[in-house]
C-alpha cells in the first residue's frame, strides 16, 4: 500500500546471495495477519507461490503476476511480481526482494517507486544487495538494515576450457547464439546439457531445471537470466565473456553483476568456485577479490519516473512523464517501451482525435503498459496496441471474439525450431497478460485458460526441443558409468552397430568405425578403448563375411569407390588402359595386411564381373582379338583403338586400320555389333545410358577426374543428343558417353550417322533449308540444328526472301587412294553383310544387273564442243 504508517516498521535484509534473504522474508509474512511479497521475476512469484500454499493451503494464497491471477476469496497473502502488486490492498506486511533492481535502466524505476511509497501496516521488509545501503537510508527515513552473511565461501580458479569443466557446472554466456554453440560443445563432449534462456517460459525453464537437479544431466548453459533466484545445486559458475548488450549498448558487467552471478555456486553450507572459460583471458585481480571477499562499490544512483501522472491531455501526459527527480541520489529513468509506444500512438490521427478526455487518456496508458515479450524492436507491436485500443474505445468497449481468437489461435502449433517457439511462446504471453486486463474481453476466464493452455503445450515442445538438439541421454549415462571406474563390456551386431555396457557408441560403415558423439574428451578415452579393443577382435569376420558376399550387395558410386552397404570399402585407380583400372582398399586403421588383399580380390572379382555385364561386347571385342592368332593387323588396331576411347572412336583416328580390313573381318566385326559409319566407328551395343554411365566413370578414372562431379550425366536412351555445358570435356569423355560434341551440342554417334546422310543428300541438290525431318533425325529442335550446321561445315546464308539457306562449304579434301579388288572379293563383297550399315538401317540388297544401254544414234549426240566439260572449261575461278 501507499503511505507511511506511524507504526511501521522498515528494515532492509542486505547482503550477498546465499545469506537466507527470500526466506527469512517469507518466513516474517507469514507470521503476520496478512502480507504481501513482490519478486523481481514471474518464475520466483510461482516458485514461492507453490512454497507457501503448501504450508498455508491454496485458499489463502494469492498470485499475481502480469500474465496469472490466482486470487482466492478471502486470500491473506498475496505472492506477485514487482510491477503487478496491488498496492491499493492494505496489508500488515510487505516485502521487495532485489531491491538494488531501482538501479537497473529498463526497471528501475518501478523498484525505486515500491522503494519510496509501498509499505505494510506493520512491517516493511526490503531485500537485496548491500550495494544499495547509502542510498536505501538517504531515501527512507528510520529504515533499520540487517547484515546477512553468506552461508558458503566463493573461489575464483581462473580460466578453463568447456571440456575440463567439472561437473554440476553452469557456463554463462550473454547471447542465444553462444548459449547454443556452448550447449552443442558440451554435448558433444559431455553428452548433455539443460539450457535456460530468458525467453523460456517458466513452464520450460523449470522442466530445464528439473532435467539438471535430478541428475539426467551435469552441466547447465545460460544466460545471466539464472542470476536471480534460481537456487539449484551447482558447484562452478564459468562466464563465457564478461561484456553484455543491455538493450542498448554493449557494456562490461559491473561487479554486483558478476556476484550475482557467480553466486549461484555453491548452496547453503557448500562452498563454490567461479571462473571463466577458456576464451576469456581472465578476471581482473581486483574484481575477483571483491566477490570473493563480498566488497562493492555502492550504487551511485537509482532511477526514478514520476509516478503522478497528468492525464489531462496527451501532451499532458507526456511532459509529466519527463519530470526530473525529486531527490539527488535519483536519476531520470531513460524512455521506456512504454512511453515509445505512448508517442507512436498519439502520432495516430484516429486515437489522437478520441483519446481527449482522462479515462480514454488513462485507457490508452495502460494499453501502452502492455508489455512486449517478443522484444522485436519493430513497430509491429505499437500496431497491435493500437488496434487494440482503438477496439476498446469503440461503442462495443471491448475486445472483439473474433479478433482475440485470430490473433490467438495463429500461435497453436508446436511444429518449428527452438526459436520458433519462443516467438510464439511470447506472443501467447503477452496475451496473457491481455487477458488478465479487467472489463478488456468479455469472458476472460475462457481466454486465459486458451492462453495458458497454447503456452503449455508450447513449452513442453520447446523443452522437447532443447532436449533433443542439447542432450544426449544414452552419451551422459555412459560418461557417468566412466567416472565410476571399472572394465567396460562390448560387442559388435551383425548390423555393424557396435555396443559398449549395452550402449550404442558408434557403428561401423565399411570396415571404418564411426564414434557417436559420446565425447572425445579425458572421459571418453576409456570408452573408445573398450570399443577399439572390441572391433580389432571382429574385424576378421567381418572380412570374411564380406569375401563371401553376393554381387548384388556390392555397388559403384560416381567417384569410382567400391561400395559394401551403402559405405565405401574400396577404390578404382588409374590402370594399364581405361578398361583396366586398378583395385585399391581403402586405408582403415582396423585392417592387417592380409585383411586388405582378401578385400582387394574380393572387390576385383565384382569389378570384372559387372563390367561385363554393362559394357560386355566391348570387352568381349577386345578378349576376341587378344585371344586369336589369326586376327589380323588391322582388327587388332581398331581393336585397341576402340578400347582406348572406350567403344566410339573417330573413324580419322583408325581411317588406314578400316581401310585394310578384309570382307571376311568386315564380316566378322559385323557380327560383334561394330558399326563403320563416315565419321565415326563404334560398338552399337554400347549406345544406352547404362553403359554410358559406367564408361564415362571408366574414363574419367583414367584421366583422373573420377571426383569430377561437373562432368555430364547420360541422356536417355531414347534422347539423341543433349546440351554441352563444359566447353573444355575433351573429346574423349564424349565418345565415352557415345556421342560426338557438334558445335554448342553433342549428339549420339549413330543419329549424327543418319543425320550426316541427310544433310549431304540435301546439299548435292543445291543450298538447302533445315528441315523438321532433319532435325527429328536426332531428336532436337530445329532451332539447335541450324545453330550446330556450322559446325557440321553447312555454312549459312539469307537469302533476298529472308529465309535462311545452307550450302556445303568448299574444303580441299585428299581422298585417300583406292584399292584394287581382286574379282572375287568383289564378288564376295557384293553378298557379304557390311559393318558400315548403321544399326537403323536395313543391309543393302545385291544390285541387280541392268539390261544393256541402247546405243543412241550419231545424230543424238550433244556436240563435244556444247558438251558441260566444255562449258567448265571456260569457267575461271578466283583465289
Known amino acids: 500500500m501507499y503511505g507511511s504508517p506511524a507504526r511501521s516498521r522498515v528494515t532492509a535484509v542486505l547482503g550477498p546471495t546465499n545469506t537466507g534473504k527470500t526466506y527469512l522474508a517469507v518466513e516474517r509474512m507469514l507470521g503476520h495477519r496478512s502480507g504481501m511479497i513482490g519478486f523481481p521475476l514471474r ?117 578453463q576450457k568447456v571440456t575440463r569443466l567439472p561437473p554440476r557446472s553452469a557456463v554463462v554466456a550473454f547471447s542465444v547464439a553462444e548459449v547454443y554453440r556452448i550447449a552443442e560443445l558440451v554435448r558433444r563432449q559431455r553428452g548433455g546439457t539443460a539450457v535456460v534462456l530468458g525467453a523460456l517460459s517458466p513452464r520450460a525453464r523449470n522442466a530445464q531445471v528439473a532435467m539438471y537437479q535430478e541428475g539426467e544431466v551435469d552441466y547447465l548453459v ?31 558487467l559491473t561487479s554486483g553483476e558478476v556476484a550475482q552471478i557467480a553466486g549461484r555456486a555453491g548452496r547453503h553450507m557448500n562452498d563454490g568456485t567461479f571462473g571463466t572459460t577458456a576464451e576469456v583471458p581472465g578476471m581482473d585481480p581486483e574484481l575477483v577479490q571483491s566477490i570473493e571477499e563480498h566488497s562493492f562499490e555502492p550504487l551511485p ?50 486515437i489522437a482525435r478520441v483519446a481527449t478526455t482522462r479515462d480514454r487518456i488513462g485507457l490508452l496508458w495502460d494499453v501502452c503498459q502492455v508489455p512486449d515479450f517478443r522484444k522485436t524492436l519493430t513497430d509491429g507491436h505499437a500496431r497491435l496496441l493500437g488496434q487494440i485500443y482503438k477496439h476498446l474505445v469503440s461503442p462495443q468497449g471491448r475486445l472483439p471474439a473474433d479478433f482475440v481468437a485470430d490473433q490467438i489461435e495463429r500461435l497453436d502449433r508446436t511444429e518449428g525450431d527452438i526459436d520458433a517457439l519462443m516467438a510464439r ?61 571399472g572394465e567396460l563390456l562390448g560387442a559388435v551386431t551383425l548390423a555393424g552397430t557396435v555396443l559398449v555396457e549395452g550402449e550404442q557408441v558408434g557403428c561401423m560403415t565399411g570396415f571404418r568405425f564411426e564414434p557417436e558423439a559420446v565425447g572425445v574428451g579425458e572421459d571418453a578415452k576409456p570408452l573408445m578403448a573398450a570399443a577399439q579393443r572390441v572391433l580389432r577382435g571382429d574385424i576378421g569376420a567381418r572380412v570374411a563375411r564380406f569375401a563371401a558376399v553376393p554381387d548384388a550387395e556390392l555397388g559403384l558410386d560416381p567417384e569410382g569407390r567400391i561400395l559394401w552397404q551403402g559405405a565405401p570399402v574400396a577404390r578404382l585407380l588409374p590402370g594399364t588402359s581405361p578398361l583396366s583400372p586398378r583395385v585399391e582398399t581403402l586405408p582403415e586403421e582396423l585392417l592387417e595386411a592380409h585383411h586388405r588383399e582378401q578385400i582387394r580380390t574380393r572387390c576385383e572379382a565384382w569389378l570384372n564381373e559387372t563390367l561385363r555385364r554393362r559394357i560386355g561386347a566391348l570387352l568381349h571385342l577386345r578378349d576376341t582379338v587378344e585371344g586369336g592368332s589369326s586376327v589380323g593387323g588391322a582388327v587388332r588396331g581398331l581393336a585397341f583403338q576402340l578400347a582406348e576411347w572406350l567403344g566410339v572412336v573417330p573413324r580419322a583416328a583408325v581411317r588406314d586400320q578400316v581401310a585394310a580390313l578384309t570382307p571376311e573381318e568386315r564380316k566378322r566385326l559385323a557380327a560383334l555389333g561394330l558399326r563403320i559409319g563416315i565419321d565415326s566407328v563404334w560398338l552399337q551395343p554400347l549406345l544406352n545410358r547404362r553403359a554410358a554411365r559406367t564408361r564415362l566413370l571408366l574414363w574419367a578414372i583414367a584421366a583422373g577426374r573420377a571426383a569430377d562431379a561437373t562432368l555430364p550425366t547420360p541422356p536417355p536412351d531414347k534422347a539423341g543428343w543433349m546440351a554441352v555445358e563444359d566447353d573444355t570435356l575433351p573429346p574423349q569423355a564424349w565418345a565415352a558417353l557415345g556421342m560426338r560434341r557438334v ?16 544433310l549431304r543428300a540435301a546439299a548435292r541438290q543445291g543450298p538447302f533449308a533445315a528441315t523438321d525431318a532433319m532435325a527429328a533425325a536426332i531428336g532436337c529442335p530445329l532451332a539447335a540444328l541450324e545453330a550446330a550446321l556450322p559446325a557440321l561445315g553447312y555454312s549459312a546464308r539469307t537469302q533476298e526472301d529472308g529465309t535462311t539457306v545452307h550450302a556445303a562449304e568448299r574444303t580441299e579434301r585428299k581422298r585417300p587412294p583406292r584399292r584394287r579388288r581382286k574379282p572375287q572379293e568383289t564378288a564376295a563383297a557384293s553378298t557379304a553383310p557390311s559393318a558400315e550399315t548403321p544399326a537403323e538401317e536395313p543391309p543393302v540388297r545385291a544390285a541387280k544387273p541392268r539390261p544393256p544401254r541402247p546405243e543412241r544414234p550419231h545424230s543424238a549426240r550433244r556436240d563435244p564442243e556444247d558438251s558441260p566439260f566444255a562449258r567448265l572449261r571456260e569457267l575461271t575461278f578466283r583465289e
Request: proline fraction near 6%.
Open 222 to 252: 545460460a544466460t545471466d537470466a539464472i542470476g536471480m533466484g534460481l537456487n539449484m545445486d551447482v558447484r562452478h559458475v564459468a562466464f563465457s565473456a564478461l561484456r553484455k548488450f543491455d538493450g542498448r549498448n554493449p557494456r562490461p
Open 743 to 758: 558445335g554448342s551440342m553433342a549428339v549420339r554417334v549413330d543419329r549424327l550417322e543418319r543425320l550426316t546422310a541427310m
Open 425 to 485: 511462446i511470447a506472443a501467447t504471453r503477452t496475451w496473457t497478460y491481455v487477458s488478465h486486463r479487467a472489463g478488456w474481453l468479455e469472458n476472460p476466464a475462457e481466454w486465459q485458460e486458451r492462453s495458458r493452455a497454447i503456452e503449455d503445450r508450447l513449452s513442453d515442445a520447446l523443452h522437447e526441443r532443447l532436449t533433443h538438439r542439447f542432450v544426449d541421454k544414452r552419451a551422459a549415462t555412459l560418461v557417468r558409468r566412466l567416472r565410476d571406474g
Open 43 to 159: 518464475l520466483l512469484a510461482r516458485e514461492n507461490y507453490d512454497r507457501i500454499v503448501a504450508v498455508k493451503g491454496a485458499g489463502k494464497v494469492a498470485l499475481v503476476t502480469g500474465e496469472e491471477k490466482i486470487v482466492p476469496p478471502n486470500p491473506s497473502w498475496f505472492v506477485c511480481t514487482v510491477e503487478s502488486m496491488p498496492l491499493d490492498r492494505p496489508v500488515a506486511f510487505l516485502a521487495v526482494d532485489e531491491i538494488q533492481m531501482a538501479a537497473d535502466p529498463e526497471r528501475g524505476h518501478v523498484f525505486t517507486e515500491r522503494l519510496l511509497h509501498a509499505r505494510g501496516l506493520e512491517e516493511t521488509m526490503f531485500l537485496g544487495a548491500d550495494t544499495a545501503r547509502p542510498l536505501i537510508r538517504a531515501l527512507v527515513p528510520g529504515v533499520e538494515f540487517i547484515a546477512r552473511p553468506r552461508f558458503s565461501s566463493l573461489t575464483y580458479t581462473g580460466p
Open 301 to 350: 544512483s537509482l532511477f526514478w519516473r514520476n509516478a503522478s501522472l497528468d492525464f489531462s491531455s496527451l501532451k499532458a501526459l507526456a511532459n509529466s512523464l519527463e519530470i526530473r527527480p525529486p531527490h539527488p541520489g535519483l536519476i531520470r529513468a531513460r524512455e521506456g517501451e512504454d512511453q515509445e509506444v505512448l508517442a507512436t500512438l498519439s502520432r495516430d490521427e484516429e
